[in-house]
């Protein structure tokens, strides 16, 4: 069965204290894997699409990387408004386009 | 761009009662998918949709759940009779196949309480 797991749960930082979340998933083969961010009574907002290892996106403090189990969301010097849970999904490449989500980070 | 709009926002109901929400998608989107998300929880796929088909329902309780995208536009999910453990976000979202991120875009969601 196809499983994305996101560590920590939830993580505390000062602002200016860099750190990583982690989104490790088992899947047969990867079309793409996504991150989202979520605000509190909002829907999921897209921050970045990873397609092969290697590969890294970036975006202000934010630097998304994938490796061929893994990903991490590296957060640079945080500010308070980068208070958020943070969605990684795996597409898979055969059939619809649907995304499997793994259950977040709050930061 | 208008987003993808649904309402209602909020919906508080007895258990056994029923319940049904409204998504429009992004003008030209031909993908429309249902997702529940429940609190503390990652988005779960209930339902996808390509125009007006059914694409996969293979984790919607069809017992309870049902779901149609008339016309290939607009999109209602129905539960009936709700139960407790229905308490959740139900979120839509939409994608186009020419989408360079194949990135969903979601709506803010109807947030459901059964009591």
């Known amino acids: 069965e196809d499983q994305v797991t996101q560590s920590p749960e939830a993580l505390r930082l000062q602002e200016g204290e860099s750190s990583s979340l982690n989104c490790s998933y088992t899947?047969?083969?990867?079309?793409?894997l996504f991150w989202y961010r979520q605000d509190p009574g909002k829907g999921p907002e897209f921050l970045f699409t990873?397609?092969?290892a290697g590969e890294e996106k970036e975006k202000e403090r934010l630097k998304a990387t994938l490796t061929k189990k893994e990903s991490f969301l590296h957060i640079t010097a945080p500010k308070p408004e980068d208070s958020a849970t943070y969605l990684c999904?795996?597409?898979?490449?055969?059939?619809?386009?649907?995304?499997?989500f793994g259950t977040g980070t709050r930061l | 761009e208008a987003g993808v709009a649904q309402s209602p926002r909020y919906k508080i109901i007895e258990k056994r009662q029923s319940v049904a929400f409204w998504c429009n998608p992004i003008?030209?989107?031909?993908?429309l998918y249902w997702y529940q998300q429940i609190l503390g929880q990652g988005p779960k796929l209930l339902i996808q949709?390509?125009?007006?088909?059914?694409?996969?329902d293979s984790q919607l309780p069809k017992d309870r759940f049902s779901a149609e995208r008339l016309k290939g536009v607009d999109s209602t999910l129905k539960i009936q009779p709700a139960k407790l453990e229905d308490s959740a976000v139900y979120l839509c979202?939409?994608?186009?196949?020419?989408?360079?991120?194949?990135?969903?875009?979601f709506g803010e969601g109807s947030r459901l309480t059964v009591l």
């Open positions: 999904a795996v597409q898979l490449p055969f059939g619809n386009e649907k995304l499997t």
């Open positions: 949709f390509q125009n007006n088909g059914v694409v996969d």
């Open positions: 990873l397609y092969s």
């Open positions: 899947v047969s083969g990867l079309r793409g």
């Open positions: 003008s030209g989107h031909a993908t």
């Open positions: 979202a939409s994608s186009s196949r020419f989408s360079n991120t194949g990135e969903l875009f």
